[in-house]
Nanobody, 124 residues
Framework: VQLQASGGGLVQAGGSLRLSCAAS????????MGWFRQAPGKEREFVSG????????YHADSVKGRFTISRDIAKNTVYLQMNRLKPEDTAVYYC??????????????????WGQGTLVTVSS
């Protein structure tokens, strides 16, 4: 699986951004597609995930109610809509595809394929 993330940028606190992740070289039907982020000096952390086939979503507590993950099967693209952004959301955001057979994993080690990352900066 190849992944290409885009959509990062600079935004003021309270603003919104939408990240996109274009996927190729599937199949994806038995995978979870996830978004992770890594802030300077911190470990990579799970943000949101979605099962490709059923579209079931789950989020980290820190973004629940503010971020929404979705996928467009026809376009092989996963989106992360980020609303009410906070300075602590500043990080490099990565999309990732899990190994086949997972349904709700949050562990980075379950994800074999990663995009290149896109920087999100939220100013206060």
């Amino acid at each position: 699986v190849q992944l290409q993330a885009s959509g990062g940028g600079l935004v003021q606190a309270g603003g919104s951004l939408r990240l996109s992740c274009a996927a190729s070289r599937g199949p994806f039907s038995r995978r979870v597609m996830g978004w992770f982020r890594q802030a300077p000096g911190k470990e990579r952390e799970f943000v949101s995930g979605i099962t490709w086939s059923g579209g079931r979503t789950y989020h980290a507590d820190s973004v629940k109610g503010r971020f929404t993950i979705s996928r467009d099967i026809a376009k092989n693209t996963v989106y992360l809509q980020m609303n009410r952004l906070k300075p602590e959301d500043t990080a490099v955001y990565y999309c990732a595809a899990s190994r086949e057979g997972y349904s709700n994993t949050r562990a980075p080690t379950a994800f074999d394929d990663w995009g290149q990352g896109t920087l999100v900066t939220v100013s206060s």
